[in-house]
């Protein structure tokens, strides 16, 4: 199953950059990833979602959505239930980077998200832009 979901991950991400950010300050963030029986262990987060500037739940959200899994924040660390690896965690923190923190307009991280009624924004601080983030369910 984890297989399947690296492949197809790996070619959805082959076109993208190496880097997201080009400035070391926003240097993406790579996951401490710890299988644990039948559980994935993110150790480090918490870490990863205020380098971010966004809330480990969100970031979890995502998570779950994308693998089709379930999980919890758990202190400062991630437990998600199910088998994935290292590789497949830093591709889904580099996506959830250009879904929800890059601003679409000038391209730069420093954005935060606003939320009006159902709708989610990413604003950004640098250009001003607000753009509309894809809702998370
Ligand atoms: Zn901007």
Same mark, same amino acid.
Do not use: W
């Given at each position: $199953?984890?297989? #399947?979901?690296?492949?197809?991950?790996?070619?959805?991400?082959?076109? $993208?950059?190496?880097?997201?950010?080009?400035?070391?300050?926003?240097?993406?963030?790579?996951? +401490?990833?710890?299988?644990?029986?039948?559980?994935?262990?993110?150790?480090?987060?918490?870490?990863?979602?205020?380098?971010? &500037?966004?809330?480990? &739940?969100?970031?979890?959200?995502? $998570?779950?959505?994308?693998?089709?899994?379930?999980?919890?924040?758990? #202190?400062?660390?991630?437990?998600?239930?199910?088998?994935?690896?290292?590789?497949?965690? #830093?591709?889904?923190?580099?996506?959830?980077?250009? #879904?929800?923190?890059?601003?679409?307009?000038?391209?730069?991280?420093? *954005?935060?998200?606003?939320? +009006?009624?159902?709708?989610?924004?990413?604003?950004?601080?640098?250009?001003?832009?607000?753009?509309?983030?894809?809702?998370? *369910?």
């Amino acid at each position: $199953m984890s297989y #399947d979901y690296e492949a197809l991950l790996q070619r959805g991400f082959s076109k $993208m950059p190496e880097k997201v950010f080009k400035s070391s300050k926003y240097e993406t963030p790579k996951a +401490e990833v710890a299988a644990i029986g039948s559980k994935t262990l993110i150790n480090n987060f918490k870490e990863i979602a205020s380098r971010l &500037n966004r809330t480990p &739940n969100h970031l979890l959200k995502f $998570m779950v959505r994308e693998l089709a899994t379930s999980g919890i924040v758990e #202190d400062s660390r991630a437990s998600l239930n199910g088998k994935f690896s290292k590789e497949v965690i #830093d591709e889904l923190i580099i996506k959830y980077i250009k #879904d929800y923190v890059l601003c679409n307009s000038c391209n730069k991280p420093d *954005t935060k998200l606003a939320k +009006e009624g159902r709708l989610t924004f990413i604003v950004c601080e640098v250009c001003g832009a607000k753009n509309p983030a894809k809702t998370l *369910t």
